[in-house]
Nanobody, 125 residues
Framework: QVQLVESGGGLVEAGGSLRLSCAASRRTVSDYVMGWFRQAPGKEREFVAVISWEGSSTDYADSVKGRSTISKDNGKNTMYLQMNNLKPEDTAVYYC??????????????????WGQGTQVTVSS
């Protein structure tokens, strides 16, 4: 089973940018549909972005569309989420996940069987 480790979170001012990374081990990122989810305090985990096995298809939640880019680097066995023009409402713990089902914008947690430990993103106003 793939193991996932996120990094790149932190504290940033509104309007700033962050790039989250998700490093995979034991298996390669090209073997999986991979996604990003986030969970804010007191809220349910929600879908952010997803990328297909070969990386040719991507989709985003409406809340981040136009401000975020999901990508894979098969050579580094790593997935990324570039987030720009960050807003306070983007504050959450961000999780990367690996699965075998591509559902595009309808992706849900149950589509993914492997999860990282999460990385905190805090956006100050």
């Amino acid at each position: 089973q793939v193991q996932l480790v996120e990094s790149g979170g932190g504290l940033v001012e509104a309007g700033g940018s962050l790039r989250l990374s998700c490093a995979a081990s034991r298996r390669t990122v090209s073997d999986y549909v991979m996604g990003w989810f986030r969970q804010a305090p007191g809220k349910e985990r929600e879908f952010v972005a997803v990328i297909s096995w070969e990386g040719s298809s991507t989709d985003y939640a409406d809340s981040v569309k136009g401000r975020s880019t999901i990508s894979k680097d098969n050579g580094k066995n790593t997935m990324y989420l570039q987030m720009n023009n960050l807003k306070p409402e983007d504050t959450a713990v961000y999780y990367c996940a690996a699965g075998s089902r591509y559902s595009g914008r309808y992706s849900k947690s149950s589509d993914f069987g492997s999860w990282g430990q999460g990385t905190q993103v805090t956006v100050s106003s």
